[in-house]
């Protein structure tokens, strides 16, 4: 597991049947690319998030493969149609496996 690994989303609180919201996602994360020598010559390992989803009440609404060459702290930003209220679930994927998760709520008026 990375350290200091901060998932942050920004979901509006509401919105009108139909509408089509702005998400916007980010992941504190240093992305290592697996090319870089530590200061004693020695490849620092790879370490990167190579997967995100974007899920609404269990529909998948984004999702991205993520290769070496992104930066550090990937953004993500894409909109959806809400038509009920329900909860974004946000996954991000490690290499080594490690699942990062967060849930946002919507409520639909």
């Keep these: ?7 942050r989303v920004k979901v509006p609180k ?10 916007k996602t980010l992941i504190s994360h240093p992305m290592e690319s697996g090319q870089r020598k530590d200061k004693d010559g020695n490849l620092i390992p790879r370490r990167i998030i190579n997967s995100f989803k974007c899920e609404f009440n269990g529909q998948p609404v984004f999702s991205c493969d993520i290769d070496p060459a992104i930066s550090a702290n990937p953004y993500f930003e894409f ?11 946000f996954t991000w ?7 990062y ?9």
């Design 93 to 99: 994927v490690d290499d080594d496996g490690t699942v």
């Design 14 to 23: 509401s919105a009108s049947a139909g509408e089509v919201v702005t998400i």
């Design 1 to 7: 597991m990375a350290k200091r690994v901060k998932p």
């Design 79 to 89: 909109s959806a149609r809400v038509g009920e209220s329900g909860t974004f679930k």
């Design 101 to 109: 998760e967060l849930e946002e709520p919507i409520a639909v008026n």
